[in-house]
């Protein structure tokens, strides 16, 4: 048996929560989300608390009361709280900025990228090089700065590139002189 799954969801205070047999929706202050709910876990709300549980106590079933007990749960979170992911710009003349909804990056390539932000995601350009992707949705949120980092990755030998701001980069030792 799931023992994240096994845990009840609470419901802070100002959540709405709209559940039917097939589909939950959560909205909060931050904003709305909602999940298709698949026929093998069961979802109920008792006063307070959102419960899953497995349909039968096969493996697959556990496993998906675990997965969608985590969903659920990080959706409350998100029309809560909300998530945020940052990033670190290495890189003599590299840099970000934000017009709109689009993210326009510097980042020694022969032109600059603009890269159009999802809808629910907005970011924050602190100093040039430093970025704060914000959302409602974490599993947008992630992708989304896996993204922006995929358009010039940390390399090895001087850290130049997009990294996550707790990443840390582990360096090689660069080609040595003839002896």
Same mark, same amino acid.
């Given at each position: 048996m799931s023992r994240i799954g096994k845990k009840p969801i609470?419901?802070?205070s100002g959540v709405k929560i709209d559940l039917t047999a097939e589909k939950i929706e959560v909205q909060g202050p931050k904003g709305k989300l909602s999940r298709e709910i698949p026929s093998t876990v069961l979802v109920e709300m008792e006063a307070d608390k959102i419960v899953v549980s497995p349909v039968e106590s096969v493996r697959r079933d556990t496993s998906m009361q675990g997965l969608y007990r985590t969903?659920?749960?990080?959706?409350? %979170?998100?029309v809560?709280?909300?998530?945020?992911? !940052?990033? %670190? /710009?290495?890189?003599?003349? @590299?840099? +970000?900025?934000?017009?709109?909804?689009?993210?326009?990056?510097?980042?020694? @390539?022969?032109?600059? /990228? %603009? @890269?159009p932000l999802p809808e629910g995601i907005t970011v924050e350009v602190e100093k040039q090089t430093k970025m704060t992707v914000l959302g409602?949705?974490? %599993?947008?949120?992630? +992708?989304?700065?896996?993204? /922006?980092? !995929?358009f010039r990755g940390p390399e090895p030998y001087k850290g130049k590139g997009i990294k996550y701001a707790q990443e840390r980069i582990l360096r090689k030792a660069g080609k040595t002189g003839k002896k």
């Amino acid at each position: 048996m799931s023992r994240i799954g096994k845990k009840p969801i609470e419901i802070p205070s100002g959540v709405k929560i709209d559940l039917t047999a097939e589909k939950i929706e959560v909205q909060g202050p931050k904003g709305k989300l909602s999940r298709e709910i698949p026929s093998t876990v069961l979802v109920e709300m008792e006063a307070d608390k959102i419960v899953v549980s497995p349909v039968e106590s096969v493996r697959r079933d556990t496993s998906m009361q675990g997965l969608y007990r985590t969903l659920i749960a990080n959706m409350v %979170e998100g029309v809560t709280k909300g998530f945020q992911k !940052s990033l %670190e /710009i290495n890189g003599v003349g @590299y840099r +970000a900025d934000v017009k709109g909804s689009t993210l326009n990056l510097a980042l020694g @390539y022969s032109h600059p /990228i %603009e @890269y159009p932000l999802p809808e629910g995601i907005t970011v924050e350009v602190e100093k040039q090089t430093k970025m704060t992707v914000l959302g409602i949705d974490k %599993e947008l949120v992630g +992708a989304t700065a896996a993204k /922006i980092r !995929s358009f010039r990755g940390p390399e090895p030998y001087k850290g130049k590139g997009i990294k996550y701001a707790q990443e840390r980069i582990l360096r090689k030792a660069g080609k040595t002189g003839k002896k």
